[in-house]
């Protein structure tokens, strides 16, 4: 039962071009939501997180929309670069009893940005 | 601040052999999970330790077990490797169970099962 999904295994962007990763959920008591990105023979490093309450966190060249109805989010960066080339993992949570702190991980979507 | 480190970093057992894999948290940190990444995969939740004590489980058999000691520093055992053990296995270290953003991921230890 996935209940993080990440539907697009690869995206190919050009410098500089809005990159685009969605990422849907099944699981109504998810409230809390992050992304995360990783480099081959590294361990994944946290990017930027949206809590249910709202529905857009922006970090720089990274934002983060939700849309709780659609049980969708989505990672936006722009612009793009070559070092933003990595495995991208969205994770959600929720806080309940013994689940909070667990993470349940989507299978990832591959951004490779083309100079 | 030191990093979460883990080893071994390769490992490679046959079917139904035990191993145990270490996590060394980050300074400061309390809480340790651990998950496990198939090929193509996300990381899926083992279990969770916070001060000493299994705060969660994911779904997987009790041959799975673990240990976290007053360092804080952690164990995960595995007993009677299945084909299906073969994976990348991820520790992740935070300041509180409940702070998400620090949990920082060491980079794994990838077991091949024969």
């Known amino acids: ?115 | 601040e030191t990093g979460v480190t883990q080893s071994p970093t390769h490992l490679i057992k046959t079917r139904g052999q035990q191993v145990t894999l270490r996590c060394s948290s980050q300074s400061g940190h309390n809480t340790v999970s651990w998950y496990q990444q198939a090929l193509g995969q996300g990381p899926q939740f083992i279990f969770q330790y916070y001060r000493e004590e299994e705060n969660g489980r994911g779904n997987f058999p009790p041959r799975f077990s673990g240990l976290q000691f007053p360092n804080y520093s952690s164990e995960l055992n595995v007993n009677a490797f299945e084909l299906d053990d073969s994976a990348l296995y991820l520790c992740a270290s935070s300041r509180d169970r409940v702070e998400l953003e620090t949990q920082y991921f060491g980079p794994g230890t990838r077991l091949l099962v024969l």
Not at chain 1, 12 to 30: A, H, K, P
Not at chain 1, 37 to 63: C, H, Q, V
């Open chain 1, 1 to 115: 039962d996935q209940q993080v999904k990440q539907n697009s295994p690869s995206l190919s962007v050009q410098e500089g071009r809005i990159s685009i990763l969605n990422c849907d959920y099944t699981n109504s008591m998810f409230d809390y939501f992050l992304w995360y990105k990783k480099y081959p023979a590294e361990g994944p490093t946290f990017l930027i997180s949206i809590s249910s309450i709202k529905d857009k966190n922006e970090d720089g060249r990274f934002t983060v929309f939700l849309n709780k109805s659609a049980k969708h989010l989505s990672l936006h960066i722009v612009p793009s670069q070559p070092g933003d080339s990595a495995v991208y993992f969205c994770a959600a949570s929720y806080a309940g009893g013994t689940s909070y702190g667990k993470l349940t991980f989507g299978q990832g979507t591959i951004l490779t940005v083309h100079p």
